[in-house]
C-alpha cells in the first residue's frame, strides 16, 4: 500500500464554558466572511448539536431552564496521500471514518483520547513587575531567561515543584473512546470517571491510579458555582465518529482561608482561586482491519470564555496572529516572505486578505458604541469590491491604518484599528502579515480569491479565525505563545503540517498515584514540549474578571499625552454596546433598529451602574460577574432570529438575544467618551466569608 | 419653488443685566483691549485678514471679537451674516429651512455634516424644542468655490492638495433655540426662520425636509473659522450667549473637593441647564438609545439636555497642585479682557453685548498647514486647546479626540456613508466641513433633483 498520512482537525479548536449540560459545536465557518451570498449570511454561528452545519438559531442559545449551552469542539480525522510540502497542501485530503479504506487497507477503529486539565493556578502572573509597575509585556517577559513572578506565591517552591503540581493544577487525566466499540460516551473528565487511553495495540485501557487533582481535593473551598469536580466530557458524534469535547461550567472557587473566601480583585491575576476552563491534545488513532495502527498528528481542544457574538469577526483574529508568526519565522509561505523579507510582487487575494478586514470593520458596530460618522466609514470600506479601483475607494490608505511596522504609529489614537494594542503597544496593529497583503492589493497586486483550501486546513483556519487576535492582556482565547516559535511543531513539512502544537508525548504506562503526573511543561521561549493545560494557564485567573474588566480603557501604557479617550479591548469578542433585538420596531415592511445597551448591564450585588464612563459596562465588583455572567445576551444575526412579523429581523443587523438582565441599564454614549478621574472601587465587594 | 429663510427679523434691545456685568468681571487683562476702530457697533469694519501679524495671542482674539462684530452689526436692518449664502446654495439647492445637529434620515436628500463623529445627537432645550443650526459663507469662500469650480467633485478630486483656502475666506455656523410664545428676552438676538419639523420614522426622529413651520429663533451660539494671513488652517472661534449654561467648577473651585459625577454645577437655571443638575446628568448625549422619544404634534422631545460648560475659555483649568501653563493664562486673561472691554464699548442697548468669546484656536506655526494632518493631539496648536460651543459641541466637550475644533476640522481623508459616493482625498480644503458637504451634496445633488421631480 503506499503510505497515507492522517491529521486531526482543526489543529486547535475551541469549547466555550456554558451552564448547561447541552450544548452546541463550534462553529465551521469563520466570523466575517459571507456563507451565503444570497441571504447575506454571515460565519460564525455555532452549529446545532446533530446536524452536519446547520447554524444555530436564538432558541437554541439556553436550554429551558435558561441556562446557556456550552459549545463543543469538533474534531475529525482526515487522510492525505502526499506527505505536505508547501501550505496549502497540494492534497486537500478528505474525512474518514470507520470502514473507509485508505490505502488499500480498510479503517477498521478510531480511537479518541483527549486529556484535559488547568494549570492557571501554578502558572506566571500575566502582569510582570517592570521598575516597580504591574506591565502586561506578552512574550517579552520571558526573555534572556525571566519569568514573571509565580502566581499563589502563597504555596511555596517553582513552577516545578512537586507540591504545588499536585495542589495547584487541575488535572482530569486521559479519556479515550473507541468508534467500534459503539460506546459513544459521554465519558465525564472527573475524578469519578477512570481515566483512560489508548495503548500501543490502538485499544481503550483504563488507568486505575491515574492521580486525579481537583481543587477540592487538596484545600477547602468556597465554591460559590459548586465545587470545580469535572473538566467535562468527551463523546462521539452519533453516525459520524467525530470527537465532541465540551469544557466546564464556568465555575469559579476560592480557598478559603481563615474561615474567608479570599479577595477577587484582580483584573487577570487572583491568587488563591480556580477556574474550569483547560485544554490538551486530542489524539486519534486508527486501527486497521490488517490489525496494524498509526496515530493521526493531533489537535488541541482549547476550553474558554463563552462566545457571545460569535459573529463578529475580530479586525485582528487569533488566526492572523499564527499566520504571521508561521510566515515570518516558519516558512510557510516562502513565496511570500524569505530571508527576512516580503516579497514586493506577491498578489495578496481580495477574499481571504482584505475584505475580512473591511467586513470584521463593519460589524464593530454591533458590540460597540461606533458613532454615525464610523459606521458609514465602516459600511463604506465593506462595500468595496474586488474589481474596484483601491486608491479610488480609499485615497490614502496608509493615513487611514496604522502601520505595524512603525513603533512612533503606536500612539497614534486616530489610525485603524480603533482599538487597544498589547505587549506594550498602546493600539492595536494589524498583524505584520496582515498590513504587507492589504496594501499588496493596495498597489494592485491582488487576486480575486485565494486558492481553495482543503476542507482540513480550511476548519483549522476557521476555528482560530472565530478568535480573538492582536490585544492578548491576556485575551479570550489564546494568548501571546501563538507569537512563539516553540509553541508549534516547526517540522512542519512532511507528515505533521502546519500549526501543529508541540505536544509533550505523554507515556501513561508512567502513571504514579501519588505522584503528580504533569510536569511544569511549556515555557514561552523555552524548548520543553507543551502538555495538558499548557494553554490555557497563560489567560485569566479566573477568566470573569479578565472579560468583566476589558470593556473600555484609556491607552495603556504609554498613554499618547492628554488622551483621555476610552478605546475598546475587544471590540469583535467581548460585545460592550449592544442593541438587543426587543428594542426593534417594524414599520409594517421591516424591522428597524432600537436603541444600545450595555452587554453587560445588572443591578445584581453592586451592580453595573456609575457615574464614570471607565467603568461603564461592567460589574463594579469581579465577584457579582462571576455570579452573574450567564445573563449575558448573546448577538446574532437577525436572520437567526425569528419574528413573528416579517419572519425574522433581517441580515443586515446583530440583535442581541437571551439576554437575562432585568434592566436596560444606563445610557449608552456614543464614542468617544472619556474617564473622569477619581473613581473608587467598592470596599465591601464580594465574595463574603 | 425657493424657500424664503431668515428673512425676518427681530432685534430686541434693552439694557444689559447685572449678571452679564458680572460674569465678564473676573481674569481680565490690561493688555488685551478692543480698538477703538470697531466703535460704534454699526460701522465694524472688517478686520484686514491680509494685514494679520500673528505676534501675539491677543491678536488672534482681536480678530475674532472684531469678527464677531462686524458680521453682526446692523446692515439694512439685520446682521450682517444673514446676507451670506448658506452652504447648499452653492449648488443651487434650496433649503427647506433650518436643521437640528442630529442623526438624520439615510435618505440621501438630508443636508447632513459628514463625519461628525461624536457629534450624533439632539440637543433639546428646557421647553423640549431641538437646537437648530445653520450655516453661512462669505464672498470669499463662495468666489473661491466657484471660480475653482470646486462644486464638481472631479474636479475636487484632482485639486492640488496643498491649496489652501484664499485669505479672507470666512464660513460660521450659528445655533438657534426655538423660543416659546412669551419668551422673547430683550438681551438674546431673536427673529423669525422657518425650521424642519422633526418626525418618527424607520425607528429613528429625523428631519422631514419636506415640511417647515415658522418660528422665533433666539440665537444661542456662534461659530466663526476664517483664514488670516499665515493661517490657512482658519482661526476658529466661537461665541455664546451669557446664560446658556454653567461652566463645571474648576478643581480650585472645588477644592478640597474634586469634580465627581454627583457635583452639582450650578445652583441656578440656565437656558439650558436646570438648577441642581449633577454632573452625570450634564451633556447626556442619548443618540445611541431608544430614550428619547418626540411628539410630532407638539415638536417636542424627552428628555431635556442638561448642558454644562467643561471649560471656561476653552482650556482645562490647571491643577491646583501643579504651576498653570503661562501661555494657556495669557490666553485665557486675553480672552476675559476682550469680552470686558467690548461689552463696556458697546452701547447697552446693544442685543449683542450679551454674546462672550470662550475661546479660539490656531496653529502655532506659520503657514501649517498640509494634507493629510489628523491633528490628533495639540502639538502644532495654540490658543483655547479644549475649545467647544456649549450649544454646538455639547456632547464632545471632555473626550481628547474631540475636544476642540481642530480633532474634526483636519485635513485627512473623508468618506461617507453608502458605497455610492467617492471618498474626498486629503486635502488642505478639507479643513472646512462645509466644503466636505458640498463636495458629498454635489455627488447626491441628481438623486435629489431626480426625487424632487418625482
Redesign the interface.
Known amino acids: 500500500m503506499s503510505e497515507a498520512y492522517f491529521r486531526v482537525h482543526p489543529s486547535i479548536n475551541f469549547a466555550r464554558v456554558g451552564t448547561s449540560a447541552e450544548f452546541y459545536i463550534a462553529p465551521e465557518t469563520a466570523a466575517g466572511k459571507v456563507v451565503d451570498k444570497t441571504t447575506g449570511q454571515f460565519g460564525g454561528l455555532p452549529i446545532k448539536k446533530g446536524t452536519e452545519n446547520i447554524p444555530i438559531e436564538e432558541a437554541d442559545l439556553r436550554d429551558e431552564k435558561n441556562n446557556p449551552l456550552r459549545q463543543a469542539a469538533r474534531f475529525r480525522v482526515f487522510a492525505y496521500d502526499q506527505p505536505q510540502q508547501q501550505y496549502p497542501a497540494e492534497d486537500h485530503g478528505r474525512e474518514v471514518k470507520v470502514g473507509d479504506t485508505v490505502g488499500g487497507k480498510v479503517i477498521q477503529d478510531i480511537v479518541w483520547q483527549v486529556h484535559l486539565a488547568n494549570k492557571k493556578a501554578n502558572n506566571y502572573r500575566i502582569t510582570s513587575d517592570v521598575d516597580g509597575e504591574k506591565k502586561e509585556e506578552g512574550v517579552v517577559a520571558y526573555e534572556d531567561g525571566k519569568t514573571p513572578p509565580l502566581r499563589n506565591p502563597q504555596i511555596p517552591g517553582s513552577a516545578s515543584d512537586a507540591n504545588r503540581l499536585r495542589t495547584l493544577v487541575i488535572d482530569a487525566g486521559p479519556r479515550a473512546l473507541s468508534v467500534a466499540q459503539g460506546n459513544g460516551g459521554p465519558v465525564p473528565f472527573n475524578a469519578s470517571t477512570p481515566a483512560s487511553h489508548v495503548n500501543q495495540k490502538g485499544q481503550v485501557e483504563s488507568i486505575s491510579d491515574y492521580p486525579f487533582s481537583f481543587p477540592d481535593d487538596h484545600f477547602t473551598l468556597y465554591n460559590p458555582r459548586g465545587p470545580i469536580d469535572s473538566l467535562g466530557e468527551m463523546q462521539l458524534e452519533a453516525g459520524t465518529g467525530r470527537l465532541l469535547v465540551t469544557g466546564g461550567y464556568g465555575k469559579a472557587s476560592g480557598i478559603i482561608t481563615d474561615g474567608a473566601p479570599p479577595e477577587l480583585n484582580d483584573a487577570i491575576d487572583n491568587n488563591k482561586w480556580f477556574d474550569d476552563t483547560s485544554d490538551g491534545p486530542v489524539i486519534a488513532t486508527i486501527v486497521f482491519n490488517d490489525g496494524s495502527i498509526t496515530q493521526a498528528v493531533q489537535g488541541w481542544i482549547v476550553c474558554t470564555d463563552p462566545g457571545f457574538a460569535p459573529q463578529t469577526r475580530n479586525v485582528v483574529s487569533c488566526w492572523d496572529d499564527i499566520y504571521n508568526t508561521w510566515v515570518e519565522q516558519l516558512g510557510l509561505v516562502p513565496e511570500m516572505f524569505a530571508n527576512g523579507q516580503y516579497n514586493a510582487s506577491y498578489d495578496a487575494a481580495f477574499d481571504e486578505h482584505v475584505q475580512p478586514i473591511f467586513h470584521a470593520a463593519l460589524l464593530q458596530r454591533w458590540n460597540t458604541?461606533l458613532?454615525?460618522?464610523?459606521?458609514?466609514?465602516h459600511?463604506?470600506?465593506a462595500?468595496?469590491q474586488p474589481g474596484d479601483d483601491p486608491k479610488?475607494?480609499?485615497?490614502?490608505l496608509k493615513?487611514?491604518i496604522r502601520d505595524p511596522n512603525k513603533p512612533e504609529e503606536d500612539e497614534?489614537?486616530?489610525?485603524m484599528p480603533l482599538a487597544l494594542g498589547d505587549a506594550m503597544r498602546s493600539f492595536l496593529s494589524l498583524s505584520p502579515t496582515q498590513y504587507f497583503l492589504l496594501m499588496q492589493w493596495y498597489d494592485g497586486k491582488s487576486t480575486e480569491s485565494a486558492p481553495a483550501l482543503g476542507e482540513g486546513e480550511r476548519l483549522d483556519q476557521v476555528a482560530l479565525e472565530n478568535c480573538l487576535g492582536g490585544r492578548y492582556s491576556p485575551g479570550i482565547d489564546l494568548t501571546f505563545i501563538v507569537r512563539d516559535v516553540h509553541f508549534y511543531e516547526q517540522n512542519w513539512q512532511g507528515k505533521t503540517g502546519p500549526f501543529r502544537v508541540n505536544m509533550q508525548t505523554l507515556d501513561y504506562s508512567k502513571v504514579q498515584s501519588d505522584k503528580p503526573f504533569l510536569s511544569e511543561g511549556y515555557i514561552p521561549l523555552r524548548s520543553a514540549p507543551v502538555e495538558p493545560g499548557d494553554l490555557c494557564k497563560f489567560m485569566s485567573l479566573p477568566w470573569h474578571t479578565d472579560y468583566n474588566s476589558c470593556a473600555t480603557h484609556t491607552p495603556d501604557p504609554n498613554k499618547?499625552?492628554?488622551?483621555?479617550?476610552l478605546y475598546w479591548s475587544w471590540p469583535g469578542q467581548r460585545p460592550v454596546?449592544v442593541y438587543p433585538a426587543s428594542?426593534?420596531?417594524f414599520?409594517g415592511d421591516k424591522w428597524?433598529?432600537?436603541?444600545?445597551?450595555f452587554s453587560v448591564r445588572g443591578n445584581e450585588g453592586h451592580g453595573t451602574e456609575?457615574?464614570?464612563p471607565q467603568q461603564e459596562g461592567r460589574y463594579q465588583c469581579y465577584f457579582d460577574f462571576v455570579e452573574n455572567w450567564q445573563k449575558v445576551g448573546f448577538i446574532i444575526q437577525g436572520t437567526q432570529i425569528p419574528a413573528e412579523q416579517g419572519g425574522h429581523y433581517g441580515s443586515d443587523k446583530f440583535l442581541e438575544v437571551a439576554s437575562l438582565f432585568e434592566t436596560d441599564g444606563q445610557?449608552?454614549?456614543?464614542?468617544?467618551?472619556?474617564v473622569?478621574?477619581?473613581y473608587k472601587a467598592p470596599t465591601d465587594c464580594g465574595p463574603k466569608g | 419653488m425657493k424657500t424664503e429663510k431668515l428673512s425676518h427679523r427681530r432685534f430686541i434691545r434693552h439694557g444689559v443685566t447685572l449678571v452679564a456685568l458680572l460674569m465678564f468681571s473676573h481674569f481680565s487683562s490690561a493688555e488685551c483691549k478692543p480698538q477703538s476702530n470697531w466703535f460704534p457697533h454699526s460701522q465694524t469694519p472688517e478686520p484686514n485678514h491680509q494685514a494679520f501679524a500673528s505676534k501675539t495671542n491677543c491678536e488672534f482674539h482681536q480678530w475674532s471679537w472684531q469678527m464677531f462684530l462686524w458680521l453682526t452689526k446692523d446692515v439694512d436692518g439685520k446682521p450682517l451674516f444673514l446676507s451670506m449664502m448658506p452652504p447648499y446654495e452653492l449648488l443651487g439647492m434650496s433649503s427647506e429651512g433650518l436643521m437640528p445637529r442630529m442623526?438624520k434620515s439615510d435618505s440621501p436628500e438630508s443636508f447632513e455634516e459628514?463625519?461628525?463623529?461624536?457629534?450624533?445627537?439632539i440637543m433639546v432645550d428646557q421647553d423640549g424644542k431641538a437646537v437648530y443650526y445653520s450655516q453661512y459663507l462669505n464672498k470669499d469662500f463662495v468666489q473661491f468655490i466657484q471660480e475653482n469650480r470646486l462644486v464638481d467633485p472631479s474636479v475636487v478630486q484632482d485639486f492640488d492638495p496643498d491649496t489652501p483656502f484664499p485669505v479672507g475666506a470666512v464660513e460660521l455656523k450659528v445655533s438657534w433655540k426655538v423660543m416659546q410664545p412669551g419668551d422673547y428676552r430683550s438681551d438674546m438676538f431673536v427673529m423669525s426662520g422657518e425650521v424642519n419639523r422633526l418626525e418618527n420614522r424607520?425607528?429613528?426622529i429625523v428631519v422631514n425636509p419636506n415640511e417647515t413651520e415658522t418660528v422665533q429663533l433666539g440665537l444661542v451660539g456662534f461659530h466663526i473659522a476664517g483664514v488670516v494671513k499665515g493661517h490657512p488652517e482658519m482661526i476658529w472661534a466661537t461665541f455664546e450667549h451669557k446664560d446658556n449654561a454653567p461652566n463645571v467648577p474648576t478643581p480650585q473651585e472645588l477644592s478640597p473637593d474634586?469634580?465627581?459625577?454627583?457635583t452639582v454645577i450650578s445652583e441656578k437655571d440656565w437656558t439650558f441647564y436646570k438648577a441642581g443638575t449633577t454632573?452625570?446628568n450634564c451633556n447626556?448625549?442619548?443618540?445611541?438609545?431608544?430614550?428619547l422619544t418626540l411628539d410630532e404634534a407638539s415638536q417636542t422631545l424627552k428628555p431635556v439636555t442638561q448642558i454644562c460648560r467643561q471649560f471656561e475659555f476653552g482650556n482645562v483649568p490647571p491643577d491646583p497642585d501643579t504651576k498653570p501653563d503661562p501661555t494657556i493664562q495669557t490666553n485665557n486673561d486675553n480672552i476675559a479682557s476682550l469680552n470686558q472691554g467690548v461689552h463696556q464699548a458697546l452701547s447697552t442697548d446693544d442685543v449683542w453685548r450679551n454674546y462672550f468669546e470662550v475661546g479660539a484656536i490656531w496653529f502655532a506655526r506659520i503657514d501649517g498647514l498640509k494634507p493629510?494632518m489628523?491633528l490628533?493631539?495639540?502639538e502644532i496648536l495654540t490658543g483655547s486647546l479644549t475649545l467647544s460651543n456649549a450649544t454646538i459641541e455639547t456632547?464632545?466637550q471632555?473626550?481628547?479626540?474631540?475636544n476642540n475644533c481642530f480633532r474634526c476640522h483636519n485635513t485627512?481623508?473623508a468618506?461617507?456613508?453608502?458605497?455610492s459616493l467617492?471618498?474626498?482625498?486629503?486635502l488642505n480644503l478639507n479643513i472646512s466641513h462645509a466644503f466636505q458637504n458640498i463636495y458629498f451634496w454635489s455627488q447626491n445633488t441628481p438623486s435629489r433633483e431626480t426625487k424632487d421631480e418625482e
Open positions: 458604541n458613532p454615525s460618522g464610523g459606521v458609514n466609514g459600511n463604506f470600506v462595500s468595496i479610488k475607494k480609499i485615497p490614502n493615513s487611514l497614534e489614537g486616530v489610525k499618547p499625552k492628554g488622551n483621555n479617550t454596546n428594542q426593534c420596531t414599520d428597524n433598529l432600537g436603541g444600545q445597551v456609575t457615574g464614570y445610557v449608552v454614549e456614543p464614542w468617544p467618551t472619556a473622569l478621574p477619581g | 442623526q459628514y463625519l461628525q463623529a461624536g457629534t450624533d445627537g424607520d425607528g429613528k474634586t469634580l465627581g459625577p454627583d454632573y452625570r447626556v448625549n442619548l443618540a445611541s438609545t431608544n430614550r493629510g489628523s490628533e493631539n495639540d456632547y464632545t471632555n473626550q481628547s479626540t474631540m485627512m481623508q468618506f461617507t456613508k453608502g458605497d467617492d471618498p474626498l482625498p486629503a
